[in-house]
């Protein structure tokens, strides 16, 4: 197919809308149930009170708001899709957010800046020692206008997800995964939370042994979703591995009858032989005479992708036996010309799994 007819054929699934709406009008639709945002979302919601602050500002000055993204349901109402940060803290600030509201949170008091340093201590209505805002300003912010684009209902049901997913994707806000993660929240939040539970599985993280940051940014909810996607979604030759690991995670979220009991024992009978051999060493270097240095991503994809599918024969050998070939395969794996030729830096991560994944299965097999 021409690259020509694949455009056509993509964008036939996406019928898009849009308006220019003030934030009077977005809060409205919000408190009237017309506008919503899954809960879930909340706990992605980690604005400072210095990034409020500064929004607030903005739209104080009269500077132009980004667009936010919404998903037309069968019902007619809008679902929040992209704009999670701005939305909330509009909401938050004039103290109609559901979730702080539930949990008694007071609205934000801002801060000084440079431009406006009389900001500080102001609030919407004013509370505790803080002081409201005048009429004017109240104004001036909900008459503000924001362009809301709309992706209607007449749109391939998974197109919402495509788009949550390439407007996030790779900005600051949040990694990779936390996207997914929230690709999960409005797809299949039963799923989602499987996959926290999964990867706080004790055994697990006493292998990976991340960093408190990694594990802030979900890497370890990654990991879990690359143990599923490797065998649950193939990979394909040459596909960048984020698109990669976005479309495994629609199509594992998507599977009606999802084998969650099948696959969690599966991921703990794995990890529960990997670190009966290796322990807090799993996924590291073997530099001849231990194991050193950080996790490293090329080591899991062989061993968490290698061992399952091979854990039927490794299960057959005793305890003993069984350590000591996972050892003897963790440190072989450092000499071995394909492991070298495709796990070092500089190698992208497309060819990686193109070389790893059928390696794995071969070098594990007992």
């Not at 739209?59 to 704009?83: C, K």
């Not at 300003?137 to 997913?165: C, G, H, N, W, Y």
């Not at 499987?194 to 909810?221: G, M, N, P």
Request: aromatic residues 10%; charged residues 30%.
């Amino acid at each position: 197919m021409t690259l020509e007819k694949e455009l056509a054929e993509a964008r036939k699934d996406v019928v898009t809308d849009g308006y220019d709406m003030s934030i009077g009008e977005i809060v409205s639709l919000y408190r009237d149930d017309e506008l919503t945002i899954n809960p879930a979302f909340q706990r992605y919601f980690r604005w400072d009170e210095g990034r409020k602050t500064r929004f607030i500002e903005s739209i104080l000055l009269g500077i132009p708001i980004p667009p936010i993204f919404v998903f037309q349901t069968e019902e007619g109402s809008w679902e929040l899709v992209d704009g999670l940060q701005r939305v909330s803290t509009l909401l938050e600030f004039l103290g109609e957010l559901h979730d702080a509201k539930e949990r008694k949170i007071p609205p934000s008091v801002l801060d000084g800046t440079k431009l406006l340093p009389s900001l500080a201590e102001k609030s919407w209505d004013g509370h505790g020692t803080s002081t409201a805002l005048s009429t004017a300003q109240k104004l001036d912010i909900r008459r503000a206008r924001m362009r809301v684009e709309i992706l209607k209902r007449e749109s391939d049901p998974t197109s919402k997800f495509e788009l949550f997913q390439r407007l996030n994707t790779g900005g600051a806000e949040l990694s990779e995964q936390e996207v997914r993660n929230c690709t999960l929240v409005m797809m299949n939040p039963r799923l989602h939370e499987w996959l926290l539970d999964l990867s706080k599985y004790e055994t697990f993280h006493k292998c990976i042994s991340l960093s408190a940051a990694a594990k802030d940014r979900q890497q370890s909810v990654e990991l879990v979703v690359r143990f599923l996607a490797f065998r649950l979604s193939p990979y394909k030759k040459g596909l960048d591995v984020h698109d990669y690991l976005d479309g495994a995670t629609i199509e594992l979220a998507g599977t009606e009858g999802f084998p969650m009991k099948r696959e969690e024992k599966l991921f703990k009978d794995t990890f529960t032989v990997i670190h009966e051999s290796l322990g807090d060493k799993s996924f590291r270097r073997w530099n001849g005479s231990t194991f050193t240095g950080k996790f490293l991503m090329s080591v899991f994809e062989v061993m968490a992708y290698g061992i399952p599918k091979n854990l039927p024969a490794l299960r057959k050998k005793s305890l003993t036996r069984r350590k000591e070939f996972i050892l003897r395969k963790a440190k072989a794996l450092w000499s071995d010309e394909t492991f070298k030729k495709y796990s070092g830096a500089g190698v992208r991560g497309s060819t990686r799994l193109t070389h790893l994944l059928p390696f794995a299965v071969r070098f594990m097999k007992p």
